[in-house]
């Protein structure tokens, strides 16, 4: 079982950045898609972001599209998601997810491992 640690979050102001950081165990990471879920308080968990095992097909959710990027290291078995321009609509907490096969899905029910989480907070 792959184990993720989601790092990075924090209460910002709107208009601010953060990067969220995913660590995952295993040799396999580079044969696995990684998403980035998210869900406030009263809400569905929502698709954020997802990114194929190589790295080369990203997809987002409508609402986060050029303000935020996933990427990879394989290398070093990390995913981050880089969220510029932050509103206040962001606030929730921040899932890391891995899906054990190659291409991506925007539906929480078909990845495999969760992290613990990482709590984002914007103001107004």
């Known amino acids: 079982q792959v184990q993720l640690v989601e790092s990075g979050g924090g209460l910002v102001q709107a208009g601010s950045s953060l990067r969220l950081s995913c660590a995952a165990s295993g040799r396999a990471f580079s044969t696995?898609?990684?998403?980035w879920f998210r869900q406030a308080p009263g809400k569905e968990r929502e698709f954020v972001a997802a990114?194929?095992?190589?790295?080369?097909?990203?997809?987002?959710?409508?609402?986060?599209?050029?303000?935020?990027?996933?990427?990879?290291?394989?290398?070093k078995n990390t995913v981050a998601l880089q969220m510029n321009s932050l509103k206040p609509e962001d606030t929730a907490l921040y899932y890391c997810a891995v899906r054990r096969l190659p291409y991506h899905?925007?539906?929480?029910?078909n990845y495999d491992s969760w992290g613990q989480g990482t709590q984002v907070t914007v103001s107004s």
Do not use: E, L
């Open 105 to 109: 899905s925007t539906v929480w029910r």
């Open 51 to 75: 990114i194929s095992s190589s790295g080369r097909i990203t997809y987002y959710v409508d609402s986060v599209k050029g303000r935020f990027t996933i990427s990879r290291d394989n290398a």
């Open 32 to 35: 696995y898609a990684m998403g």
